[in-house]
């Protein structure tokens, strides 16, 4: 229960933070509506974007062979819009985020938002597992449990000092030594 309370709680500020930028840089209105609009938005990305990447995968994978690298590249791209597009259509429909600016102003508040919604996925997708370490030590000290008496929190992430006295345990040499010892074996 822990570890889904502390996704979604981070996720969710996150999705605030990155709606906040769309509202500020895009001509969708986002102002208060950011919070409702992020527990919209982060509900969808946890449960159903999933299911809807699954499905145009497999859609996109009956002609994979197919294409050329260049043209996986593009359908793939094409596929990550048109599920942040979904995202970004269910979060204006179900909170009181707007799009206004007549007609271009509301073609770009349609077509910039899931842009910004895949660079933050993208930026949470590469932080995620800090961001959940630190939200779990926080909801642990809220609580008043033990941080290591947790079973489900995120595994520590090990220094490279760490990593390097791990090599050196198993066959006896510093990074430096095996180095040499891989230029001899070249020259």
């Known amino acids: 229960m822990k570890k889904w309370i502390v996704r ?71 596929l990550a819009f048109a599920v942040a597009l979904l995202v970004w259509v269910a979060t204006v429909a179900l909170s009181g985020v707007s799009i206004g600016g007549g007609f271009f102003g509301s073609f770009w508040g349609w077509v910039v938002p899931p842009i910004f919604l895949l660079i933050g996925w993208a930026i949470y997708a590469a932080i995620d597992d800090r961001v959940e370490a630190h939200a779990g030590a926080v909801y642990d000290r809220a609580t008043g449990r033990a941080a290591t008496a947790s079973t489900d929190a995120a595994p520590a992430v090990p220094s490279p000092g760490a990593a390097a006295g791990k090599r050196e345990l198993q066959d006896g040499l510093t990074d430096e030594q095996r180095r040499m010892l891989d230029e001899l074996g070249q020259g």
């Open 8 to 78: 979604f709680v981070s996720l969710l500020v996150f999705n605030v933070v990155v709606l906040l930028v769309i509202g500020w840089l895009t001509s969708a209105r986002v102002g208060w509506a950011a919070l409702w609009a992020g527990i919209v938005m982060t509900a969808l990305v946890i449960w159903v974007k999933p299911l809807v990447e699954k499905w145009f995968g497999s859609w996109a994978a009956k002609s994979a062979g197919e294409r050329t690298k260049a043209g996986a590249w593009l359908v793939e791209a094409l």
